[in-house]
């Protein structure tokens, strides 16, 4: 790891990248990079699988699994893998006792943090929706966007 991030800042990147996935209208890039994050951390054995937790958000009504990861004394939760479930302990319903220390970091430091840790790239914008949703009763003022003085292609003749 280079020496500019050191495993706490990271740690606390990646807490404050989840802190805001949980609330942005658009996560999944932030819950992308977290996953990266993390994966690269384990593959470094810098970051260590805890065992599995049932998810407090069960998907359409199912009960799923969550893998639990600690990185330096954060804990976080990611996708678990086939292997995971064979070769990790169940821990059943999330434990309230493992709670992360408070962090203070912009999400922008944050990004920059974790973008040079696993060297992440723009490419493609993330897909933002492109139209604005707007109500059918709404109709847009035209309000400062005539023309005064009128000019001679709409003047009529």
Do not use: C
């Not at 996708?79 to 319903?93: I, Q």
């Amino acid at each position: 790891m280079n020496h500019e991030n050191s495993l706490r800042d990271l740690a606390q990147a990646i807490f404050t990248i989840n802190r805001h996935a949980k609330t942005a209208p658009e996560p999944q890039h932030l819950y992308q990079i977290k996953k990266d994050t993390i994966s690269k951390l384990l593959n470094e054995k810098k970051a260590k699988k805890i065992g599995l937790h049932f998810s407090d958000h069960p998907k359409l009504s199912n009960q799923h699994s969550t893998l639990l990861v600690k990185v330096d004394d954060y804990y976080f939760h990611i996708p678990p893998s086939k292997d995971d479930f064979k070769a990790l302990k169940h821990l059943g319903s999330l434990d309230q006792n493992y709670r992360n220390p408070q962090t203070k970091m912009s999400l922008s430091q944050a990004k920059r943090i974790v973008y040079q840790y696993i060297d992440w790239k723009p490419g493609k914008k993330p897909q933002t929706r492109q139209k604005r949703q707007t109500s059918s009763y709404y109709t847009p003022s035209s309000l400062g966007k005539m023309e005064w003085p009128p000019s001679r292609s709409h003047r009529n003749y």
